[in-house]
């Protein structure tokens, strides 16, 4: 059974940073590449950022220069850095990972929620 484990969120006041950590088996790490999905009260589950098995990263408009995904091959654990928080950030951020391409997730962490609010 392969296990995406998100750590990281909490409440955070709006401009300040965050960093979210997933954590999985080395197998899954080293053939898959792999994504952060959030989901705000009342709305759909979005994509954020992706990144590929060789590191090359993908991020949607609404967080390009204020976030950083990556991933550390030592610890198996793909990051996400956000920074310049926003109350619109606010959601259930959730690690996935693929096999396929276009990207399309085959395997769901719990989630993790974040809250950015003064």
């Known amino acids: 059974q392969v296990q995406l484990v998100e750590s990281g969120g909490g409440l955070v006041q709006p401009g300040g940073s965050l960093r979210l950590a997933c954590t999985t088996s080395?197998?899954?790490?080293?053939?898959?590449?792999m994504a952060w999905y959030r989901q705000a009260p009342g709305k759909q589950r979005d994509l954020v950022a992706t990144i590929t098995i060789v590191g090359s990263p993908d991020y949607v408009d609404s967080v390009r220069g204020r976030f950083t995904i990556s991933r550390d091959y030592t610890k198996s654990t793909m990051y996400l850095q956000m920074n310049r928080l926003k109350p619109e950030d606010t959601a259930v951020y959730y690690c996935?990972?693929?096999?396929?391409?276009?990207?399309?997730?085959?395997?769901w962490g719990q989630g993790t929620q974040v809250t950015v609010s003064s």
């Open positions: 080395a197998t899954v790490f080293g053939a898959y590449d």
């Open positions: 996935t990972a693929s096999n396929s391409r276009p990207y399309n997730p085959r395997y």
